[in-house]
């Protein structure tokens, strides 16, 4: 892992990356306010009380790790409170995950020769 004085023979980042992303602009957030924004995982209202009160609860290093992809205990849990079954319920590492999954499920199946 590189270290923010190491550069082992680059003169930026960019020498860094490779050839071929160079030329790709960083990507930039459309400016103002929306109802739904899942490009940063981000709630304009800020977290719910009762999340906040279940957080309290919660000793520091269960809080420290991080979920699995497909926490089975979440997606019983969601599925419990909804009314359906766990293979029922989608779970992933953010929305782009999940959307990300849902799109390659929803493709036409390409197999190599």
Known sequence: MLTANETRGADSI???TRKGYRGIS???AVGGRCDVDLSDNTNLWGAPPSALRALATVGVTE???YPGAYEPSLRKAVADYV???PDMVACGCGSDDVANRARRFASPIRRSA
Do not use: D, E, H, I
């Open 26 to 28: 960083l990507y930039s």
């Open 14 to 16: 960019a020498g860094l």
């Open 63 to 65: 809080l420290a790790r």
């Open 83 to 85: 009314g359906v079954s």
